[in-house]
């Protein structure tokens, strides 16, 4: 067995006991989805530490603008999450053209971005709001929209 096969088993025996300590009842479908839901998290939440250092650090110590801060953090955290989400959290079509698969992958990571862009100009330009809470309220709108466009456009 392959490191890979037992951490995919690890997940799914973990969603499995949690799912049994919660008395929930589900279709082998919907727990595969809970799986994935679990690794989108983690790969997730591994970008978005990655993101947020890299913006913390650039905003506050280069001094640089927030907008442009953010285009820095996150085109460096979606080269890890593209790369982990292809191998650990989506069955991507192996049929499918991996140059197609990335420019699909890049677009809607630009719409996310663009997305970001705007609620940071809104919270920070426009309601005076703390870069930071804005950054994280931003983050999780965002997660949201890509969870969903990665799994339709990677599997």
């Not at 997305?115 to 950054?135: F, P, Q, S």
């Not at 994280?136 to 929209?145: G, N």
């Amino acid at each position: 067995m392959t490191k890979e096969i037992k951490k995919q088993d690890k997940v799914k025996v973990l969603i499995n006991r949690l799912l049994k300590i919660f008395h929930i009842k589900v279709s082998e479908k919907t727990e595969n989805l809970f799986v994935q839901i679990f690794k989108f998290v983690i790969v997730g939440g591994i970008a978005t530490i990655i993101d947020w250092i890299i913006y913390y650090i650039v905003y506050n110590f280069l001094h640089v603008n927030p907008l442009i801060a953010n285009i820095i953090s996150f085109s460096i955290s979606v080269i890890y999450n593209y790369t982990a989400s292809v191998k650990w959290v989506f069955d991507v079509n192996k049929e499918k053209n991996k140059i197609r698969m990335l420019a699909e992958f890049l677009i809607f990571s630009i719409i996310g971005l663009l997305l970001t862009e705007l609620l940071l100009w809104i919270g920070i330009d426009k309601l005076n709001m703390n870069a930071m809470l804005v950054k994280i309220v931003a983050t999780a709108i965002v997660m949201v929209f890509n969870f969903v466009t990665r799994k339709l456009f990677l599997e």
